[in-house]
Each structure stands twice: as C-alpha cells, then as structure tokens.
C-alpha cells in the first residue's frame, strides 16, 4: 500500500488510531538507535531514513541510499531493515536475536512484517538499526556494486 503522503506527518495522519500509535512507537525506537548522518524522508511512499545524496550520490538508481524504512501496509506494518541485509552475519545474528524473543518471525527478502505492535521485539530493532553506520552502508553498496554497470549510466566507447 504505497502512499502519497509529502511529509512523515501527514503519513502518520492518515493512518488509523492503532495503526499510527504503533508506527510511531517503531518510528520513535528508529529515531533512538539510528546512526549519525542519517536523514527521515518520505521515499518509495513510505517513511524511510537515508544516506543523503550529498553523502554519497554513487548510487546504483540515483536514489539516496536506504538504511531504514517503515511503512503500512494493507494487512501488516513492514520495517525494511537494508542496513543489516547487506552484511550476512549481521543479518544473522538478528534473525538469532529475534527467534530468542519467542515472537513470530515473519520476514520477507528485506523486510519485518508485524500486525502488532506487540509482535516486534524493538530492542532487538534498535540494535539491529544501530549496527550499520553510514560509512558501514556506502562499503556494503560499493562491494555489492563492484564490477557491475549502474543502469543509469551510459557506457563510453
């Protein structure tokens, strides 16, 4: 469920009582733990934090670099965890972290799906979050990136 929405505040406006309340705790939990030189912005119609593109404009899609994402979906809430996908043993010790917790792991490629606030372990979020600085993301970026054309840029003879 893609948004609209200009502004973070006007995203959680539009949610419903339960709904905003739960993403604002999460958004909250994000602000806490997130790396410095990271900026909130709405992207990919969801609220997302960023490596600006005056950090790093070297970017596969001429995107800012996504570190963190949370957005509402139409049956659940997401939190996209980019920041930690990139590094496998991160990654992994996340996924140990949260099956600990006892709480349903229900993942996809990239992201957390909860229906609940209940459901997230935030402190194993927050963690998670604060584990990958921005120089950390950019490395992860140029390493996965290395060898391969951007689509974005045209190849010169």
């Known amino acids: ?42 992207a990919w119609g969801m609220i997302a934090y960023v490596v600006p593109l005056t950090t790093f404009a070297d970017t596969y899609n001429g995107e800012p670099l996504l570190h963190t994402a949370l957005a509402s979906q139409k049956n659940h809430m997401s939190l996209y965890l980019n920041c930690i996908y990139g590094d496998e043993r991160i990654r992994e010790h996340f996924e140990a972290d949260y099956r600990a917790t006892g709480k349903r792991y229900d993942v996809g490629k990239s992201c957390v799906r909860f229906r609940r606030l209940e459901d997230l372990p935030l402190d194993v979020v927050g963690r998670a979050i604060a584990s990958a600085s921005v120089e950390e993301l950019i490395a992860q970026h140029e390493a996965a990136m290395a060898g391969r054309k951007s689509p974005r840029r045209k190849r010169v003879p």
Do not use: C, F, K
Not at 7 to 26: F, I, K, N, P
């Open 1 to 42: 469920m893609r948004s609209d929405a200009i502004s973070v505040e006007d995203y959680l406006a539009s949610l419903s009582d339960e709904r905003r309340q739960a993403m604002s705790t999460v958004r909250q939990t994000i602000e806490d733990h997130l790396p410095t030189g990271l900026e909130e912005t709405m």
